[in-house]
């Protein structure tokens, strides 16, 4: 089993910046890629960036340039800069799991306020 544990998240000014941080504890050598998502109120959860065990990254297109995904063992981080209203949303760390189904934290909420 693997366990994934979000942090970080909070209230921040339109411009602001955000550090989220997700722990995996448990079998973390099953982990491949991981990646963040947000779903925000009325909205389906939509892909964030993802990085695999390799470092390779890929990013929404909303949020190149002002994000950034990386990984160190058994944390993942996302730093988050010029933050927007739209950014507002629960933002969950996922896992990719080998021959297993992917793992889901528990989320943790970011409100950008203008």
């Known amino acids: 089993q693997v366990q994934l544990v979000e942090s970080g998240g909070g209230l921040v000014q339109t411009g602001g910046s955000l550090k989220l941080s997700c722990a995996a504890s448990?079998?973390?050598?099953?982990?491949?890629?991981m990646a963040w998502y947000r779903q925000a109120p009325g909205k389906q959860r939509e892909l964030v960036a993802a990085?695999?065990?390799?470092?390779s990254t890929n990013y929404a297109d909303s949020v190149k340039g002002r994000f950034t995904i990386s990984r160190d063992n058994a944390k993942m981080y996302l730093q988050m800069n010029s933050l927007k209203s739209e950014d507002t949303a629960v933002y969950y760390c996922?896992?990719?799991?080998?021959?297993?189904?992917?793992?889901w934290g528990q989320g943790t909420q970011v409100t950008v306020s203008s």
């Open positions: 448990g079998k973390i050598f099953l982990i491949s890629t």
């Open positions: 990085i695999t065990s390799e470092s």
């Open positions: 996922y896992a990719d799991i080998k021959w297993n189904p992917g793992r």
